[in-house]
């Protein structure tokens, strides 16, 4: 029981930090920490990260919506397309063998951490109003196809393909960029949570609570920190985290 606590207390605490900081998918942490330490089936272990995301992230969008740094117009927009393609990507994520699942966004996390580090987003929101309507309406359909896809597939939740889609596509500013994200995150873990819920059956009940209470608590801590702080204390902040976290995924996966 004690290494179930500490491995979902860490779990937690590196997915709640990820995704306060920067829309993280807490599925990108908790699953490989599940599989690897506590023996968990991949498809149960994303489900309970997905659920760990839907409070974690609905507390950070409040965090950052509190603080006007969230689009919930055309974020709305990208999260039709995100949840109807989160029960495809969910449904084929059924019919793929264990070793296929939970991998796919580790490098991503790890290479746009060094992203934000080297080439930080410093659009500022007078500049994302220039952007016309109609293109940023079609964008963000295609984009949320893709982002809903990946988010059901592998369970990485689209929050580091949102995050690079609104920053580097849509042209958000990091702030806004990460608040539409978890807001787009909770709809679409909540739907990817229950499809694998009712596809797969429910998980082990204790580590779906341990990870939902650690990582809702860090990112809760996250979100509060990272709107008190500039664009660019933030961009690096938020390098960092998702540099460690992506190394440590793949150590986690590759070398343990």
């Known amino acids: 029981m004690l290494k179930v606590i500490i491995v979902c207390f860490l779990a937690g605490l590196g997915a709640g930090l990820g995704t306060g ?7 990108a942490v ?6 690897t330490f506590l023996g968990m089936p991949a498809y149960e272990a994303v489900g309970i990260a997905l659920a760990s995301d839907v409070l974690a992230s609905a507390v950070s969008a ?32 059924s019919r793929v063998p264990n070793s296929t699942m939970g991998g796919f966004s580790v490098m991503m ?13 410093m659009t500022t929101k ?4 220039s952007v016309a ?25 689209g929050g580091m393909m949102m995050l690079l889609v609104l920053t580097s596509v849509l042209g958000y500013e990091l702030k806004t960029a990460v608040g539409t994200s978890v807001f787009i995150m909770a709809f679409t873990a909540l739907t990817g949570a229950a499809s694998h819920f009712v596809i797969g059956g429910m ?26 702080a500039s664009a660019a204390t933030l961009n690096r902040a938020t390098g960092c985290v998702l540099t460690v976290l992506g190394a440590a995924i793949m150590i986690v996966n590759y070398v343990l």
């Open 21 to 27: 900081f920067a829309g993280m998918s807490a599925a």
């Open 30 to 35: 908790i699953s490989p920490m599940l599989i």
């Open 62 to 93: 409040y965090t950052y919506g509190k603080n006007k740094n969230l689009d919930v117009k055309n974020g709305l927009v990208m999260m039709a397309a995100v949840l109807l393609f989160t029960l495809v990507g969910s449904w084929v994520a």
């Open 109 to 121: 996390t790890f290479l746009l951490g060094i992203k934000f580090i080297v080439k930080p987003v």
């Open 126 to 129: 007078e500049a994302m109003s």
């Open 133 to 157: 309507p109609a293109k940023r309406f079609v964008q963000s359909v295609l984009s949320g196809a893709l982002v809903g896809f990946i988010c059901g597939f592998v369970g990485a939740g």
């Open 203 to 228: 998980p082990d009940m204790v580590c779906l609570a341990l990870c939902i209470v650690f990582t809702l608590l860090w990112a809760r801590v996250a979100a509060k920190f990272a709107n008190k």
